[in-house]
């Protein structure tokens, strides 16, 4: 039996134990008194809540894929745009971090303000998936074939051929891998857009109107149903880079952008010059679509109204307080779910390497629990572990942990095995080659999986406050929402995008220190 059959099959055989235990352990009411239901007792009353599934899903299923398209084409076209012109990479770069650091659960609300009918989900869905895919398209596009491009200038052929012929068949392997961590996103920002959006139909609309029932069964049904449908999309374009690419080709993601030494040497004003407009042109950005929608002022707060609101109005000490409170309530613990998601990461990464058929086991749990929307998988969390700060951290672990665990596995996997046979001729130890060798290699991928993982616990935190533990900006959010207090609204939203750019930018500058250090160079 080959390797590959060996592997799916390990894996069929690891999801049916989880079946059965899960059946068992429901059926029992082992976990807080029945709130872990059994599978059978959950499509029991999937089947019997069946008729109000279709209009549901079609809902949600319209609005990602139309977010997905709209999204991945603007993405695809910036990646060629900016590849073209680096000055303009480099110019928007602070809008690209900025669409990258931000938490949907913040700027949810902000949309269904300022934008009317299904346009908040599509909206939101499009937002979810363009760095990824953007990112993606970059660095396909920047790692090409040298000698096909010489070949095609040399018969006379211009940038754009070059772009045509060569660059963009190179990218395709990048490309279909960033549409493939994509798929998901999309149909996450779908579901909280519906989920603070007070429409009819939609799975958010659905579970938001289920909450309060007390149903696990039905719970659990709304959140399998979300978790197929984002499983569904990033299969679909599994199965397409398998079909395309071959299985041998690796669809790993790198998600940084091509480093600043392929930009052109510029003098210093013209530096200063273009970093300035780096910082400005997210705020120039914010007020032109408050100025292109038209909303009132009264709901619609421009960057200078925020500064208004929050430092000049009569009420500014007032909100200031608020603000203050609820970070110093979620900062810890954004902090502490991070930490350990990075270090539940880091163990497995290296697990992956010593206890290979450990990764087999632990995939398909995990694949799960990353396919399965924050909205719909924070419910259910409250459920086993009730509403206290266990939650927030269980919830921010699990949105940490698995991109920060592909991102190291790959590096320590990467490691020459040229260089690994070192240690091994001295006598060295799996665990001491392993310490020496593996663990230094991957520090690149640790500092990515770092930056990765910033803007993704600030969301789990505030999910699991607007929907649990009732504590900081998560919740300071829901309650502002309650109070029509749009300066809090779009204040929390601002603050959240700059924290999690901040929090972006100083990993970063760590990373360039510690690497050249380390006299490694930096993947930026």
Do not use: C
């Not at 346009?119 to 760095?131: D, I, W």
Request: aromatic share 10%; hydrophobic share 55%.
């Amino acid at each position: 039996m080959s390797s590959h059959n060996t592997s799916l099959a390990a894996a069929i055989r690891n999801i049916l134990v989880v079946i059965v235990v899960w059946e068992i352990v429901g059926r029992m009411d082992w976990v807080a008194g029945g709130a872990l239901p059994g599978l059978s007792e959950i499509l029991i009353r999937f089947w019997t809540d069946l008729g109000d599934y279709p209009g549901h899903i079609w809902a949600t299923v319209y609005a990602s894929s139309l977010g997905f398209l709209i999204g991945n084409t603007l993405a695809i076209a910036a990646g060629i745009v900016f590849v073209l012109s680096p000055t303009l990479l480099r110019l928007t770069r602070g809008v690209n971090i900025a669409v990258f650091a931000l938490p949907p659960i913040a700027i949810a609300p902000i949309l269904v303000l300022t934008l009317s009918g299904m346009a908040p989900r599509v909206t939101l869905a499009a937002l979810g998936v363009y760095f990824v895919t953007m990112s993606a398209t970059v660095i396909g596009l920047s790692q090409y074939d040298t000698r096909s491009a010489d070949l095609v200038r040399a018969y006379g052929g211009g940038n754009w051929l070059v772009m045509k012929l060569v660059r963009l068949r190179g990218a395709v392997p990048d490309i279909l891998g960033g549409l493939r961590v994509a798929a998901p996103n999309a149909v996450l920002g779908a579901i909280l857009a519906e989920f603070g959006g007070g429409g009819r139909w939609g799975l958010g609309t659905y579970l938001l109107g289920s909450l309060g029932r007390g149903e696990p069964e039905r719970l659990w049904g709304i959140g399998l149903a979300a978790t197929v449908i984002a499983g569904l999309s990033y299969a679909i374009f599994a199965v397409i880079s398998n079909r395309i690419l071959g299985s041998t080709r690796s669809v790993t993601l790198n998600t940084a952008i091509p480093s600043a030494g392929e930009y052109p040497k510029y003098s210093r004003p013209v530096r200063l010059l273009i970093s300035a407009g780096t910082l400005m042109l997210p705020f120039l950005l914010w007020w032109a679509f408050i100025k292109l929608t038209g909303v009132p002022d009264l709901i619609a707060k421009t960057p200078f109204g925020v500064i208004d609101y929050l430092f000049l109005s009569e009420g500014s000490a007032s909100a200031r307080s608020k603000l203050l409170d609820a970070l110093l309530q979620t900062l810890p613990i954004t902090a502490l779910g991070m930490a350990a998601g990075l270090i539940f990461a880091f163990l497995l990464a290296i697990s992956s390497r010593m206890f290979p058929g450990f990764l087999r086991t632990f995939m398909p749990i995990a694949l799960v629990t990353q396919t399965m929307p924050l909205v719909a998988l924070t419910p259910l969390l409250v459920l086993i572990l009730g509403r206290g700060y266990s939650v927030t951290l269980w919830v921010t672990i699990s949105v940490t942990f698995f991109p920060a665990f592909v991102l190291l596995a790959q590096g320590i996997q990467r490691v020459p095995h040229s260089v690994l046979e070192l240690p091994r001729a001295y006598g060295a130890s799996a665990w001491k080659e392993m310490r020496m060798v593996s663990i230094p290699a991957a520090l690149p991928y640790l500092f990515a999986s770092t930056r990765l993982t910033v803007p993704r616990a600030l969301l789990g935190v505030m999910i699991a406050e607007w929907l649990a533990t009732g504590t900081g900006l998560g919740n300071l959010l829901n309650r502002s929402r309650g109070y029509l207090d749009y300066g809090m609204i779009w204040t929390v939203a601002a603050v959240s995008v700059l924290l999690s750019v901040a929090f972006y930018y100083i990993v970063l500058a760590v990373e360039r220190r510690t690497l050249a250090h380390f006299g490694m160079q930096q993947a930026e």
